[in-house]
C-alpha cells in the first residue's frame, strides 16, 4: 500500500506497512541513545536539543498520518482518483492508533531510561578516588645516577636473540661527547621545519606512514629478533596500533593545532581582540624502553612532529636495532636534522637530558623516571613521565567469570607480561575465587609457549638473562600460595606462565613490579577490601573492573588511584590514540595519546591586537576619584548585593569623571 502526504507531491510517496511503523520506533531508540551519550559526556545542552528534535519528530509522524490530505491506496488507485482519505479507511486508522499507543510507550520509556541512566552517569562520574594520604612515598626507590648497562661493552652494543640466544649485529653507541652537538643540530633543523605549512608536514607524514606499513613484515622481524615478540602478537600490539597513530595525528592536526579565539568583555575591554596558539616546544627528547620499540616511540615522535617539533631519539639499549630503523624510516622522508638519533645506555640519556632540550618524554622504570626528573629540574626542561606500575583487575562476584579469565590471562602475560599495563595483582571476591582459578587454569593450559613455528605461539621469551633473573628471584622469594603453571618452555629465556594464589603479602610479589609472566591472585572478602588493596600500591597506571553490573563496577573503578580505568577489559587502551594514556602516583605524571599529549609538546601562545582609539585606557594613569568611583561601582554590580541602580548610575558618573582626569 502506498501513501502520498500531498496529493501532487510525488516526492512524498512512502510505504505504509508494518516496517514503516518499526522503522520510526527504532529511530527514536536511536535517538535516545545519542541523548543518553550526550548526557554522560556532560553534554547537556546537546543532549536537550537531540531529545526535543526526536519528541517532534514523532510528533510530525503522529500528526501527518492524521492529515485530511494522506490519501491510502495503490499507485494506480491515486493517479484514478479512487484513493481515500486516510480518515476514510479503518484498517489504517486502527494501525495508526495501535501505533500511537505504542510510540507513547516507547517514547515515554525511552525519556525515564534517558533521565535514569544520565543520573546514574552523573553519579558514577562524580565518584573519587579514596583519600590519599601519602603513605605510598615511602616505598619509593631513590634515584640513583646512570650506570653501564650489561648490553654495552668497548663502545659497542651486543645483545643475543632471546628466542634462541643467536649473537646478533653489534651497534655502536654515540660518543657522549657528541650529543650536544646532535641537539644542536636538531635545533637548527627545528625552525624551517615549524615555519613549514601544517600540510606540507602532514604530507610528509604520510609518506613515512605509507613506508612504515610497506615495510611492516621487516619490523615484525626485527622485533622479534631484539625482544622475541611473537609476529602475530607484534601486529596485534605496536604494528597496527602505530598505523592509528599517524591516521589520528595526521586528520587531527588541524583542530587541535588551530588557534582558539579568547573571550574578552567587551565593556572593558573594547576594541581588542585576541588568540591562543600552539606553538612548538623546540627541540623534544624521546627516551624509549625495550619492551614496546616501535608503538611507544611513534607514540611521542608523530604528534612532536606534526606540531613543529625537532626529535632526538634515544632507543633502549635491549632494542637498538628497532630503533634504528624507525629512525631511517623518518630520515627518508623528513628534512636532515628533524630527526636525530642516540644509541646508548642510562648514561647517554643523561646526557641526553642535560644537552639543552626544551621538552622530555621518558617511558621506563620508576628508577629511571626518578633520575630524569631529577636532571630536568636542574635544567628547568619539562617532563612527561611514563612509568612503571602493579596494576590490579577486580573480579566481582557477578563477572563473567570465563570472559574475565581470559581476559585477564592475555593481559597478565602478553608480552610476556613485559608490558607496564599488565595485569600483576588479580583481586578476587570470595565467593566465586574457586570457581574463577578453576576458569584461569583452563585458560593457562591452552597457552602455546615457544620457541614454535610461526603462528604457533602465544607466550614468548623474555627479553634478556637479567630480566629472567629478576622474575626468578620474585618467585623464589614468595612464600606461601598455591601455583598453577602453564607448559613448560622449551628455550632458555622462556618462564612458564604462573599463577600464585594467595602468597604471603610481606613478599616482592605483591610489592614490587614484576615484568614476567607471573599473576597473583588474591582472595577478597568484599569490593571495600579490594578497593583499600588495590589503593595499597605506590603505582598507579591502570585498573580494570570485571562485572556484569556496569554502573557498579564504573562507580568502583572511580575509587582507585589510577589513570586509566576499564570495566570488562584490560590494557588494550594504549591503542586508542584519542585517549589519554597515563598515570598516578609512582607511575608518573603527564600522558602520551590523545589532545592532552599535544599540550604537552606545544606551549600556549597568546596574541592580543588592540585595535581601539582611546586615548588611555580605564585602568592607567592617573588614579584619580572617577577610576575608584567606577571600580567600587563596578564591584557592586557583579556582587549579589541590592542596590544595582544605584551603582550602574555610580559607574556612569565614575566613568564621566575619569574621562575629564585623564585629558
Not at 541513545?33 to 510528533?59: H, I
Not at 565593556?267 to 625495550?290: D, N, Q, T
Request: charged share 25%; net charge positive.
Amino acid at each position: 500500500m502506498y501513501a502520498y502526504l500531498f496529493s501532487e507531491d510525488a516526492f512524498s510517496l512512502a510505504w505504509v506497512s508494518p516496517a514503516f511503523f518499526l522503522a520510526v520506533v527504532l529511530a527514536g531508540v536511536l535517538g535516545a541513545y545519542v541523548t543518553q551519550s550526550l548526557l554522560r559526556a556532560g553534554r547537556d545542552a546537546l543532549a536537550v536539543c537531540n531529545a526535543l528534535l526526536g519528541f517532534a519528530a514523532w510528533g510530525f509522524v503522529w500528526y501527518v498520518t492524521w492529515d485530511p490530505y494522506f490519501v491510502v491506496g495503490t499507485y494506480a488507485e491515486y493517479h484514478a482518483g479512487r484513493a481515500l482519505a486516510s480518515s476514510e479507511v479503518p484498517a489504517f486508522q486502527a494501525a495508526t492508533a495501535v501505533c500511537a499507543a505504542a510510540y507513547a510507550v516507547v517514547g515515554l520509556g525511552l525519556a525515564a531510561w534517558m533521565i535514569v541512566a544520565g543520573r546514574k552517569a552523573r553519579r558514577a562520574a562524580a565518584m573519587q578516588p579514596e583519600p590519599d594520604d601519602g603513605s605510598w612515598r615511602a616505598a619509593l626507590v631513590p634515584a640513583l645516577p646512570p650506570k653501564a648497562s650489561p648490553a654495552v661493552t668497548n663502545g659497542l652494543i651486543r645483545t643475543e636473540r632471546p628466542r634462541d640466544g643467536a649473537p646478533l649485529a653489534p651497534v655502536s653507541i654515540t660518543p657522549l661527547e657528541e650529543i650536544p652537538s646532535i641537539v644542536l643540530r636538531a635545533r637548527k633543523a627545528q625552525g624551517s621545519w615549524a615555519r613549514a605549512r601544517l600540510d606540507e608536514r602532514r604530507e610528509r607524514l604520510r609518506a613515512v606512514r605509507r613506508r612504515f606499513l610497506e615495510q611492516a613484515e621487516e619490523f615484525a622481524a626485527l622485533l622479534e629478533d631484539e625482544i622475541g615478540r611473537p609476529r602475530a602478537e607484534s601486529y596485534i600490539t605496536e604494528i597496527l596500533p602505530s598505523a592509528d597513530v599517524f591516521d589520528y595525528w595526521i586528520a587531527r592536526a588541524p583542530v587541535l593545532l588551530a588557534p582558539r579565539p579568547v573571550a574578552i568583555p567587551r565593556l572593558v575591554f573594547r576594541g581588542k581582540r585576541a588568540v591562543v596558539e600552539r606553538v612548538p616546544r623546540g627541540v623534544v627528547g624521546a627516551i624509549m624502553p625495550w619492551n614496546f620499540p616501535l608503538a611507544l616511540p611513534l607514540r611521542t615522535l608523530v604528534p612532536a612532529l606534526v606540531a613543529g617539533n625537532a626529535v632526538v631519539f634515544k632507543p633502549s639499549e635491549w632494542a637498538p636495532r628497532v630503533g634504528a630503523r624507525l629512525f631511517e624510516l623518518f630520515a627518508e622522508q623528513l628534512p636532515a636534522g628533524v630527526v636525530e638519533l642516540v644509541q646508548g645506555d642510562g648514561r647517554a640519556g643523561d646526557a641526553l637530558v642535560r644537552a639543552g632540550l626544551d621538552h622530555v618524554v621518558f617511558v621506563g622504570s620508576a628508577r629511571g623516571g626518578a633520575a630524569v626528573a631529577r636532571a630536568c629540574a636542574e635544567m628547568l626542561t619539562p617532563v612527561s613521565l611514563e612509568l612503571g606500575a602493579k596494576d590490579a583487575a577486580i573480579v566481582l562476584e557477578d563477572a563473567d567469570l570465563q570472559r574475565a579469565a581470559a581476559g585477564i590471562v592475555w593481559a597478565a602475560f602478553g608480552n610476556a607480561g613485559q608490558n607496564c599495563a599488565a595485569i600483576e595483582r588479580c583481586l578476587v571476591v570470595e565467593r566465586v575465587r574457586d570457581a574463577f582459578v578453576a576458569a584461569l587454569e583452563r585458560e593457562i593450559a591452552r597457552l602455546r609457549i615457544g620457541p614454535a613455528s610461526e603462528g604457533e605461539e602465544d607466550v614468548g621469551p623474555l627479553v634478556n638473562p637479567v630480566q629472567k633473573r629478576a622474575v626468578e628471584s620474585q618467585l623464589a622469594a614468595t612464600e606461601g600460595g598455591r601455583r598453577i603453571h602453564g607448559p613448560e618452555p622449551r628455550g632458555d629465556l622462556y618462564v612458564r606462565p604462573t599463577v600464585v594464589v594467595d602468597p604471603r603479602a610481606e613478599g616482592p610479589l605483591l610489592r614490587e613490579e614484576t615484568f614476567g609472566p607471573v599473576l597473583p591472585v588474591i582472595t577478597v572478602r568484599d569490593e571495600e577490601e579490594a578497593v583499600e588493596l588495590a589503593n595499597r600500591s605506590p603505582y598507579g597506571l591502570t585498573v580494570s573492573v570485571w562485572s556484569r553490573d556496569l554502573g557498579r563496577a564504573e562507580r568502583l573503578g572511580r575509587r582507585i588511584h589510577a589513570g586509566v580505568i576499564t570495566v570488562n577489559n584490560h590494557a588494550f587502551t594504549g591503542s586508542l590514540v584519542d585517549a589519554p594514556w597515563g598515570g598516578v602516583r609512582a607511575s608518573g605524571h603527564g600522558v602520551t595519546n590523545g589532545p592532552e599529549f599535544l599540550a604537552e609538546l606545544t606551549r600556549p601562545r597568546m596574541v592580543l591586537v588592540d585595535s581601539g582609539r582611546m586615548r588611555r585606557e580605564l585602568w592607567w594613569y592617573p588614579y584619580g576619584k572617577g577610576t575608584l568611583l567606577l571600580a567600587r561601582a563596578l564591584a557592586r554590580l557583579r556582587s549579589g548585593q541590592s542596590g544595582k541602580a544605584a551603582a550602574a548610575s555610580q559607574a556612569l558618573r565614575g566613568l564621566a569623571l575619569r574621562k575629564e582626569e585623564s585629558r
